[in-house]
């Protein structure tokens, strides 16, 4: 208050005095400053460093569940890509069944060399199991390979097998 008194004179530092009473009144280098517009000030900062200190910890929570969720999502990408094998795993398999099956139905002797001979490329299997180009292959290799188809030698044997068989036993019957 002595800066003040020396700069105002006597006579006006007592009106000034009197005009504003027990309030301060400080000077820095001519500029006056209220104390209550500075500690808003500060209070407004300190709000804002609180403020900063509680959206960190949510930031960091907020990444640390993004990074939970690429995981998943990259454990689902994973876990999709596995199933899209093993789907045309089945795929496969049942195209090779259906044709085994069907050189199976016009007495293929091995089903096995009739499957490895078929094109795959123009066949579609249908979800019934029926594959679609299969039975023009087919008669193509039937006629272009006629000694994979009709009965196997085995099966004829087994007919002559059960037919030796049934004149044995119609004859142990006749004695009895």
């Known amino acids: 208050m002595e800066q003040l008194k020396d700069l105002l004179g006597e006579a006006l530092y007592q009106q000034v005095r009197e005009k504003t009473k027990d309030k301060r009144i400080m000077l820095d280098e001519g500029n006056l400053i ?5 500690n808003k000030v500060i209070q407004k900062k300190n709000a804002y460093k ?41 795929k496969e398999r049942s195209l090779i069944t259906a044709i085994h099956l069907q050189a199976h139905k016009i007495n293929a002797k091995n089903t096995d060399a009739v499957g490895r001979l078929i ?9 019934d199991g029926r594959v679609i180009g299969l039975e ?27 037919y030796v068989e049934a004149l044995m036993h119609g004859r142990m019957l006749q004695k009895l």
């Open 50 to 90: 609180d403020q900063i200190k509680l959206l960190s910890g949510k930031l960091k929570e907020l990444q640390k569940i993004v990074r939970k969720h690429e995981e998943l999502v990259k454990k689902l990408q994973d876990d999709n890509e596995k199933l899209k094998q093993q789907n045309e795993k089945i």
């Open 34 to 38: 209220p104390q209550s517009r500075f």
């Open 119 to 127: 094109k795959r490329e123009g066949l579609v299997l249908l979800e």
């Open 136 to 162: 023009e292959q087919l008669k193509v290799l039937q006629e272009s390979k006629p000694f994979l188809f009709g009965e196997d030698t085995l099966s004829y044997l087994e007919k002559i097998h059960d």
